[in-house]
């Protein structure tokens, strides 16, 4: 215990060890919080718990076995990582992807951007009290993990992007699971708004919280971070929502326009 000044007078605080600890148990997460009641009033972090050694790993792999780890840098962006891993690669080695190759890498990196936000804002939501709105994310998750596996027999750590293009052609029917996803994500988004965008539980339990002075939102910060920290930046109260939404539906359109330019190539 120690001994604060508060708005109301002397109070003390609670010191309490969070962690190491992480939703699915990876113990990643370790911070030490000083609380007065529920109000925290300090957090310190204790970094490092993450770090899982790739670069050393990838010394001696060949330039195609270190493809396999680049998806388990980030388990919610794996064919992300697999895409900047072989671009980087490819400039090496002066290599050319074949255009529809390029378009099937962008349309599968697309998808997986939408999986990922879907689990921030299923997981976000639920952590507030929402459980209807993380079952209905996850539910459009399953979809999009159902494409990763037609495409590459795996859900999640798919190596699909290799190094001068793709592991596999495309299987027979993708266009139309692609296409059923595209059409159908648009209204879920806008299910997703009916239940938190004007919601009064999930405005109470943001608004207002982890403020962020203009001064520091101009320090580099995440975008909806900044956008949603002040209001001399134009945004409404529900700007970090509406980003991420309109990340989602960005991603959307990208799909469509790589889904497109594919079935020309």
Known sequence: MTTVETAIGTAKTMVLNMGPQHPSTHGVLRILLELDGETVVKAVPDLGYLHTGIEKSCE????????????RMDY?????????????????????????AQYIRVMMVELQRISSHLVWLGTHAIDLGAMSVFLYCF??????????????GQRMMTSYIRIGGLALDPPAGWRQAVEHFLKM???????YEALLTENRIWIGRTKGVGYISPEDACAPLAWPTTIGSSSHIPATRNSILMC??????IATRATWSAWRRCAKA
């Open 60 to 71: 001696d792999k060949t330039y195609s076995q270190a493809i396999t780890l680049t998806d």
């Open 76 to 100: 919610l962006n794996p064919l992300g990582n697999n895409l900047v891993y072989c671009l980087a690669v490819e400039k090496l080695l002066g290599l050319e992807v074949p255009k529809r």
């Open 139 to 152: 539910r459009e998750r399953e979809e999009i993990l159902k494409i990763f596996e037609l495409f590459t």
């Open 185 to 191: 994500m648009p209204s879920r988004v806008d299910e």
């Open 244 to 249: 991420r939404r309109g990340r989602i539906r």
